[in-house]
C-alpha cells in the first residue's frame, strides 16, 4: 500500500506549515522573532534553482503529481542529489511525497503555496 | 532633493523584477535554468529572520515607509548590520530607499511583492 514519506523519512514535515502565524501577510502584523526564523527556514529551501525547478516540476505537473523517475531524468545530476533536494522541499513542508510500487510520487502542498501566496499579498492600492 | 538610493550605490537593483518571466506561476509553465537562477537569488535574500522582519516592518509601516533610524531602534543589532540587511533586500529588487535629508526612507516595490504572490498562486482547487 502506498506511504506516505512524511511519515517515513522526514524527520520535521511541514515545520512551517504548523505555524498559522506564518499566514499573516508582510504587509500585515508585526511578526515575531521565532515566526521570522520559521519563514526563513522556507525561504533557505526556496533559495536553490535546482530546488525551484523540482518545485516547478511538481506544481506544474499534469494530475497533479510527478514520478521521481522523471524529475530524475530532467536533470542532470545523480538521483541521490535530486533526493536531497526534494528531502528539504519536503522538510520545508513545501511537498510531500507517496511510494507506490518501485518509485515516489511527490505533489506540493497547495496549503504551503497559498500561505506564501498571502504572504505578498498586498493591501488595496496604497494611497497616493 | 531626494535621491533614491538604487541609484547611488546599488550595483544591480532590481536583478529579478528586470525579468517579466519570473511573474509565471510555480504551476505554470516551465521555469528555464536562468529564470530560476535569478529567483533563487530573491529567496536568498529572504531567507534569513532579520531581514524579514525588516521587509515585515517595511511593508505594514504606515504611510507606506519607514526611517532607517525607526529600523535601528527595532533591533538590537548595530547600524551597520541593519544597513547591510537592508542593501541585500534593495540589491534583490524587494525594497527601495530615498535619502531626505539626513535619514534614508524605505518602502517595499510593490511590484516585486506581486510577482512573488503571483509565483506561488494555484489554480483552482485540482481536481480530486
Given at each position: 500500500m502506498s506511504k506516505l514519506l512524511e511519515l517515513a523519512d522526514?524527520?520535521?514535515?511541514?515545520s512551517a506549515s504548523?505555524?498559522?502565524?506564518?499566514?499573516?501577510?508582510?504587509?500585515?502584523s508585526t511578526f515575531s522573532e521565532a515566526e521570522a526564523a520559521e519563514l526563513a527556514k522556507v525561504f533557505k529551501a526556496l533559495a536553490d534553482p535546482v530546488r525551484l525547478r523540482l518545485l516547478n516540476l511538481i506544481a506544474s505537473a499534469e494530475g497533479d503529481e510527478v514520478c521521481v523517475c522523471e524529475l530524475n531524468e530532467?536533470?542532470?545530476?545523480t538521483a541521490p542529489t535530486i533526493s536531497h533536494h526534494l528531502k528539504v522541499l519536503r522538510q520545508a513542508g513545501l511537498i510531500q511525497g507517496e511510494r507506490r510500487g518501485t518509485w515516489v510520487y511527490y505533489r506540493i502542498i497547495p496549503q504551503a503555496l497559498a500561505r506564501l501566496a498571502g504572504l505578498f499579498a498586498l493591501p488595496a492600492a496604497p494611497p497616493a
Open positions: 522526514v524527520t520535521a514535515p511541514g504548523a505555524d498559522p502565524a506564518c499566514c499573516a501577510p508582510l504587509s500585515g530532467a536533470f542532470e545530476l
